[in-house]
């Protein structure tokens, strides 16, 4: 007889189970353990992964702007399309949501306080003219909202300019490092977990990290963390050279003859790429 909340078999008919099994009773408890079955899908107790982090700051703009935000969005979509692509290739840990709120909020905190600080400052030159202050401080108020809106609108634009640039002297002595590496007969992933782990490649370490990140962590293949990773580079070269890659493993190319060919032409470039910074630095010297 089944009573609700409590087992279906009794202890007596269990250990019966049991025997005609011919199962043991400890190894079965040792399996269904909460600690085996972490031990088992090899779970860690924490990981140190975030992909996007949340501000007192982020929090508050939210507060206030958060439905003014996504009518905008909405209704503008083309406007901030630029802006999520930069917020992606900048690698900003900040939702694209947030990000816009905060823009609205800093737009609407500097109005004020120039605003404030504007009337304050021509009352004392000025005490007769109320209204001329009054206009003069709402124009200066505007304006500081509308720089600081476009400010904030076009950062997200200089870090992944910052990011392609670091990413671009870093890539010649990558590809060299991933040819190496393939040269000794690594498994793929390995390629990417040891340059990860030598820590020389600041530029690429992000994307890198990505790609390692996504595989041990999210459990995506390496074609499908290669692709999402080549989807969101700010660097063309970077996401020519994963694209490559990938290319070579589904079709089951020689990634080692890949690797090398690419080598050798990135280091062809970054040879004439610097030979030509060297030849404008002298023609500069030479105009001084």
Do not use: C, W
């Not at 994307?207 to 074609?223: A, R, T």
């Not at 694209?243 to 080692?256: D, P, V, Y």
């Amino acid at each position: 007889k089944v009573y609700p909340g409590k087992p279906t078999l009794t202890k007596r008919e269990k250990f019966s189970y049991i025997d005609e099994l011919n199962l043991d009773i400890d190894k079965i408890k040792k399996a269904i353990s909460p600690k085996s079955k972490k031990e088992r899908i090899n779970i860690p107790s924490e990981i140190g992964y975030t992909v996007y982090k949340s501000t007192t700051y982020g929090k508050i703009a939210n507060d206030f702007f958060e439905s003014l935000t996504l009518s905008l969005t909405r209704g503008h979509s083309n406007f901030f399309k630029h802006l999520y692509d930069s917020l992606i290739s900048s690698d900003t840990k900040i939702l694209s949501k947030t990000y816009v709120s905060m823009m609205f909020f800093s737009s609407f905190l500097a109005f004020m306080f120039v605003s404030i600080g504007t009337f304050l400052a021509y009352y004392l030159l000025d005490k007769f003219n109320i209204l001329l202050i009054v206009i003069r401080s709402l124009i200066f108020g505007f304006l500081a909202a509308l720089l600081i809106f476009f400010v904030i609108y076009l950062y997200p634009t200089f870090i992944a300019n910052s990011r392609r640039r670091k990413i671009k002297n870093d890539l010649p002595f990558v590809i060299i490092h991933m040819a190496a590496v393939a040269g000794s007969g690594a498994q793929p992933i390995s390629i990417f977990d040891l340059i990860l782990g030598s820590e020389e490649y600041k530029g690429l370490h992000p994307e890198i990290k990505k790609i390692v990140n996504y595989v041990n962590l999210f459990g995506y293949d390496l074609s499908s963390a290669l692709r999402a990773v080549a989807n969101t580079t700010p660097s063309p070269e970077f996401r020519e050279l994963l694209n490559g890659i990938i290319s070579t493993i589904e079709s089951g190319g020689n990634l080692k003859e890949y690797l090398k060919a690419k080598a050798s032409d990135a280091m062809s470039t970054y040879s004439m790429e610097r030979r030509k910074y060297v030849k404008s630095l002298s023609a500069y010297s030479d105009i001084y």
